[in-house]
């Protein structure tokens, strides 16, 4: 299957700060990459589509100024947690769709964020 | 209630056993359906991916959705302790953008 890389897979941050995740599709172009959340033992949640060369489209409920979305290129989606809190710790993961007709979507490894 | 249901188990099996995962969703516009694997603090692997409704078979993994129940499974024959991770189930609707929806996830956990 399709390769979906994030980077860092686990990052611990003061809270204040902001924090830039990585999304890469290394062996296909993804127009469409995806944002999610998920806190353990919970589903994932769709936070942001992020479309290359526009404005992600952000999920009800999710603060597009706390969490900003680039897709500067086909192959690289970033998330941005600025202003990180406590509460925002969690485990992020992308996915980028391969295959524009059929939605089939390849997960990045996840980024586990700890904010102290 | 939710879109999809899924009990989040844990479900715990011999190793060899067949395994039964499975979903209940409530809307009748989901015509994509899929299977993902998820070991702990790792991203979902795709495992099973469906259209509409019939089984479909990969190896020890067969994926059966029953649009008229509205209600998907994955087998896993001759379980292994490598098969021990939670399975999540999603799905889609036609031309929904490809947003898919998902369940809680199971976790399995298949012992020696």
């Known amino acids: 299957g399709a390769v979906v890389s994030q980077h860092p897979s686990w990052v611990i941050c003061k809270s204040g700060t902001s924090v830039k995740i990585e999304c890469r599709s290394l062996?296909?172009?993804?127009?469409?990459m995806f944002w999610y959340r998920q806190f353990p033992k919970q589903s994932l949640m769709l936070m942001a589509t992020?479309?290359?060369?526009?404005?992600?489209?952000?999920e009800q409920g999710v603060e597009k100024d706390k969490f900003l979305i680039n897709h500067a290129s086909l192959t690289l989606s970033t998330l941005t947690v600025t202003s990180a809190h406590p509460e925002d710790s969690s485990f992020y993961i992308c996915?980028?769709?391969?295959?524009?007709?059929?939605?089939?979507?390849?997960f990045g490894e996840g980024s586990r964020l700890t904010v102290l | 209630q939710k879109e999809v249901e899924q009990d989040p188990g844990p479900l715990s099996v011999p190793e060899g056993a067949i395994v039964s995962l499975n979903c209940t969703y409530s809307?009748?516009?989901?015509?994509?359906f899929m299977w993902y694997r998820q070991y702990s603090r790792k991203g979902p692997e795709l495992l099973m991916y469906?259209?509409?409704?019939g089984n479909k078979e990969d190896g020890r993994f067969t994926a059966q959705v029953d649009k008229s129940s509205k209600y998907i499974s994955l087998f896993i024959r001759d379980s292994q302790p490598s098969d021990s991770a939670t399975y999540l189930c999603?799905?889609?609707?036609?031309?929904?953008?490809?947003?898919?929806?998902f369940g809680t996830g199971t976790q399995l956990k298949v012992e020696l």
């Open positions: 469906t259209y509409s409704s």
């Open positions: 999603a799905m889609k609707v036609t031309g929904g953008g490809n947003k898919l929806t």
């Open positions: 809307n009748s516009a989901f015509q994509y």
């Open positions: 062996d296909f172009q993804a127009t469409t």
């Open positions: 996915s980028a769709l391969a295959g524009s007709n059929t939605g089939e979507l390849f």
């Open positions: 992020s479309n290359e060369g526009s404005k992600a489209t952000y």
